[in-house]
């Protein structure tokens, strides 16, 4: 019998009424687990975590807090191994590429403990000074940031079901804010038990962590206004969420984190060493989940006179990628998630190949210990399109999948334009090794991308690399990418607070640096 996984709602742990949906194996394709939300009282569970784990949140300090982000964040340690097991065999990944979603997700806790306790005994947040409204000095403006008195939705992507958790979670309950997760149903397993074992270990009050896991129906109806809602996943279910009327009627807050062409820039006379480094990181990005990042790099603009340089050398590394069963130590590179995103990358690179060539073919990747009628494994492909200008498809297309195709540009400012035919990107590395000119592309590239990552030889072996997020920085961009914003260190609280100024005397406002 396969199991169900609970939700945890109200309060408590309870199964769907129906009959479940059931979570493969991607590279068995034998069934997991099954998960069902049927029947579950939203409404009722949604206003206990808004009323109990609310109340007894902002009851605490933010110290406290995030002494139990860091309590959270030992715990979950302490149960890697049955994370990565689950990661294997749901996601079909490699430990690596595993590590990049179950590490980052607690590096990402971790960070905000120590963030958090930073922040002291105080149950609210000063924004600015205080500011003079008129002749007299007496009579000022403060502006505070208070948490919000609602639940913090996250409706999730399947490609991070650990690191999309907790990079959501640690700001929302640092500031004070319940939460209630819905993974993606694909890969659901590994949020519910993350959810499981913190919530049963008792480190958060009652109705502080909440996890549905199956259907997403009825959870934007049961939004009400001081709610917000954190979405991550495709621009289609973004128009949904957006459109719905907790949004457009009641203003729940909203944070969209969308799909993204994302690309990496070599600089004109950038050197070989750099060239070599874009090779690395772009074969990098494209083999690492697959190629199921959102940040990962989808388009590669390099200077004409390079292009035939730069797509042996990426080619070159992406031959070596084994490709197959991650169970298998000589495998570097796993499995997409289901048939579905199997079937759906591989109609991307049709739709792509109309407009682009093929200079490396992922077919030619034999699977290592795995059935190709079965398993959802893909060999990484490398396009080319010669006019860049003219592949359209290129710049519009978001294939989730090992692939990304390269484009020779003729001078900077042909390079930049062609950048923003992303419509809006999470993040671009650009490559090159004179410091003016790469700190001036990158103020130029910096409205339309939400990060810039720049790599130059000083940081080769330094740098965080151009897919990974790192809570320090900003995560989001604008345009097609969503419009949100997560993380960026102390930034990410902004969302789950409400800002108001506050207008008195300065002996009523003298009050506040106190508290
Ligand atoms: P998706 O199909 O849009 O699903 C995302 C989430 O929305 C899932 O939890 C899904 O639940 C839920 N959902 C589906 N229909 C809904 C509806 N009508 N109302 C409310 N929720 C609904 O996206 P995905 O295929 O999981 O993720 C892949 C996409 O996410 C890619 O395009 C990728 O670029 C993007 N992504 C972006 C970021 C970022 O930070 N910008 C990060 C990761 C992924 P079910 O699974 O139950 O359908």
Redo the contacts with the bound molecule.
Sequence with gaps: MIELLLNHLGGEWLAGSGAGTALVDPVLGTELVRVDATGLDLPAGFAFAREQGGAALRALTYRERAAMLGSAAKLLQANRDRYYEIATANSGTVKNDSAVDIDGGLFTLGYYAKLGDGLGDRRFLLDGEAARLGKDALFQSQHVLVPTRGVALF??????PSW?LWEKAAPALLSGVPVIV?????TAWLTQVMVKDVVDAGIFPPGALSVVCG??AG??DALQTFDVVSF???A??AA??RSHPAVAQRSVRVNI????VNSALLLPAAGNESLDLLAKEVAREMTVKSGQK?TAIRRVLVPEALYEQAAQAISARLAKTTVGNPRNEAVRMGALVNREQLASVREGLDYLMQQALVLHDGAAHALVDADPAVACCVGPTLLGARDADAADRVHDT?V?GPVATLLPYRDHAHALALLRRGQGS?VASLYGSDPQALAATAIHMADSHGRVHVISPDVAALHTGHGNVMPQSL?GGPGR??GGEELGGARALGFYHRRSAVQASTAVLAHYSAT
Excluded: R, V, Y
Excluded at 155 to 160: H, R
Excluded at 182 to 186: E, H
Excluded at 257 to 260: G, H, I, L, M, T
């Design positions: 409706i999730n992507a399947f490609n991070f999309g819905k993974p993606a149903t694909a259907s997403s959870l934007m991550t996943g495709s289609q279910t949904i969420i984190e969308a799909d993204s959102c978001e989730f999470l995560h990418a969503g």
